[in-house]
């Protein structure tokens, strides 16, 4: 199984409308896309954000896919690039450009 991890800086006044948004198109597409396996969305205070982005928080797109060709179908040729959506920069994001992807080796939910 792979592992597929997106990260972007949000401000926080504008969380729970990123997170809606978020939901209805990367979280829908991921869903929709042959080979998904579930995902996470992490959240956490940004301690060493830029100048100027201290009120902001980070969030962590995490998707997990059976294989590499299920992760293609999803990110199509470059699957290194960020998916981005219309609509992201309503929110003021800071997206990383790039994803990183993890083969996972063992995985334990209670």
Do not use: N
């Not at 797109?61 to 959506?85: C, H, I, K, M, N």
């Amino acid at each position: 199984m792979i592992a597929r991890e997106w990260k972007c800086l949000c401000p926080r006044l504008h969380r729970e409308g990123f997170l809606k948004h978020l939901e209805r198109t990367g979280v829908r597409e991921a869903k929709a896309t042959p080979g998904y396996k579930g995902h996470q969305v992490l959240e956490r205070l940004c301690d060493a954000c830029p100048a100027g982005k201290s009120s902001s928080i980070e969030l962590a797109f995490v998707t997990y896919w059976e294989s590499w060709q299920a992760v293609q179908a999803f990110a199509g040729d470059d699957p290194e690039r960020a998916v981005l959506y219309p609509g992201d920069e309503r929110y003021e994001i800071i997206p990383d450009k790039h994803v990183r992807h993890y083969e996972v080796l063992d995985q334990t939910l209670t």
